[in-house]
C-alpha cells in the first residue's frame, strides 16, 4: 500500500519559492467475515463488528505508543495525514522523555457511532464518530481506510468536531451510508480538489470557503504573524490528494457531503540581520535538522473536514488537526 509520505520531493521547490519571497460480489459469511471476490457489486465497506474490533485495536495500540512514546507500537494503525502527525509527536517526545511520557492518560472514546458506506471497489472505509476524554466536549471523528482485503483498517483521518456541528448522514433501510465519488459535480465544491481548493484560498481568499476559525480567521492569523519586531515570517500551501491522503466523503441526509482532505503546510520564520534567530521550543528542536542561524523552516501536515453543501453555497471547515512533521534550521 502506498503512502505517498516522503515530502522531501516537495520541498525543493518549496524552499526555492520561500527563499525568493476479486469479479464477483463482496458477500458476507454466516460468521460475519468480509470475502472479497471482485469489486463491481455496492456493499458495505465492513461488517458492524468488523469496524467495532478495528476501533478497540486502534485504541489500544495509540495509548500504548502515547504511554511509552514508541511510534512502532501504533504504526500498524495509523496511515495516511494521522500517521505522519502522530510519528512525528512521537519522535519529539522520546527524544525529550526516553523513558516515556510523562504525563499519559489512556484515551477512552463512549458514545461510539459507526457510518459505514455501502461502495464498489478500494479503498473501503469507514467513520467513527465519538465523545473522548481529551479535547473537551468535542466529538472525535476517525476515519478507517483499506485498500485491500489483505491489509489491517487503518487510521487516515482524525479530527475533532464542536457538539451538533456532526451532520445527519444518508442511510438506505438497512442503515448502510453512502460514500461520495470525489469527481461528484452536485455540490459546492468537487471533493476531490477540496485540498487543492483549500491551500489557493489560503494564499489569496476568495469566496469557496465561510468564515471561521480555519478560514479567514487563519488567513488574518498568518498575516499579522507575517511580520513582527526583528523577525519575518514566509507561508507555502501544498495540496496532498495521492495514495493514503486521497480525500473521502460520505452523503449527508439533505444531499451535500462531510469530505476529509489533507493539505501540507511550510512556515519559514526568518530573523532580521543582526537579530537572534528563531528560538523554538524543545518538541520542534526535537524534530529539527541543521543549526538554527537565521532562519528555521517548519513543515506541518493537516486534515480538514468539511461540509460541502448541495449546489450552491460555501463550504464549511468543521474541524483542522495539524501537526509538525519536520524542520530545519539555516
Known amino acids: 500500500m502506498s503512502r505517498d509520505r516522503d515530502p522531501r520531493t516537495l520541498r525543493r521547490p518549496v524552499r526555492s519559492a520561500l527563499i525568493a519571497t476479486s469479479t464477483a460480489a463482496l458477500s458476507l459469511s454466516a460468521g460475519g467475515c468480509v470475502v472479497v471476490h471482485g469489486e463491481r457489486e455496492i456493499l458495505p465497506s465492513s461488517t458492524r463488528a468488523e469496524a467495532a474490533e478495528a476501533l478497540q485495536e486502534f485504541t489500544t495500540a495509540y495509548n500504548a505508543a502515547d504511554k511509552a512514546y514508541d511510534g512502532t507500537l501504533d504504526a500498524d494503525h495509523t496511515t495516511g495525514a494521522l500517521a505522519d502527525i502522530d510519528s512525528a509527536r512521537l519522535k519529539a517526545g522520546r527524544a525529550n522523555n526516553p523513558d516515556g511520557n510523562p504525563n499519559h492518560t489512556p484515551l477512552k472514546l463512549t458514545d461510539t457511532k459507526f457510518t459505514i ?53 444518508k442511510k438506505d433501510a438497512d442503515g448502510w451510508a453512502e460514500s461520495v465519488p470525489v469527481n461528484s459535480t452536485d455540490l459546492a465544491a468537487d471533493p476531490g480538489e477540496l485540498s487543492r481548493t483549500y491551500t489557493t484560498y489560503l494564499q489569496g481568499g476568495g469566496e469557496t470557503f465561510a468564515d471561521g476559525p480555519h478560514t479567514d480567521q487563519w488567513r488574518a492569523l498568518r498575516q499579522k504573524n507575517s511580520k513582527k519586531p526583528g523577525m519575518v515570517t514566509q507561508y507555502i500551501d501544498e495540496p496532498l490528494t495521492n495514495g493514503d491522503y486521497a480525500p473521502l466523503a460520505l452523503r449527508t441526509a439533505d ?35 541543521g543549526e538554527i542561524k537565521q532562519s528555521l523552516t517548519m513543515e506541518f501536515v493537516s486534515n480538514e473536514v468539511a461540509l460541502d453543501p448541495k449546489g450552491q453555497g460555501k463550504v464549511t471547515i468543521l474541524g483542522r488537526i495539524q501537526g509538525l512533521t519536520s524542520a530545519e534550521g539555516s
Open 117 to 169: 458506506p455501502k461502495k464498489a471497489g478500494w479503498p473501503r472505509w469507514f467513520v467513527v464518530d465519538a465523545a473522548g476524554n481529551k479535547g473537551g466536549t468535542a466529538r472525535w471523528l476517525l476515519v478507517f481506510t483499506r485498500s485491500s482485503l489483505d491489509d489491517p483498517f487503518q487510521v487516515a483521518y482524525l479530527t475533532l468536531v464542536a457538539p451538533g456541528k456532526v451532520p445527519q448522514f
Open 255 to 289: 444531499g451535500g457531503a462531510l469530505v476529509f482532505f489533507t493539505t501540507r503546510h511550510f512556515e519559514k520564520q526568518t530573523a532580521y540581520a543582526g537579530t537572534s534567530g528563531p528560538a523554538p521550543g524543545k518538541d520542534v528542536l526535537a524534530l529539527t535538522k
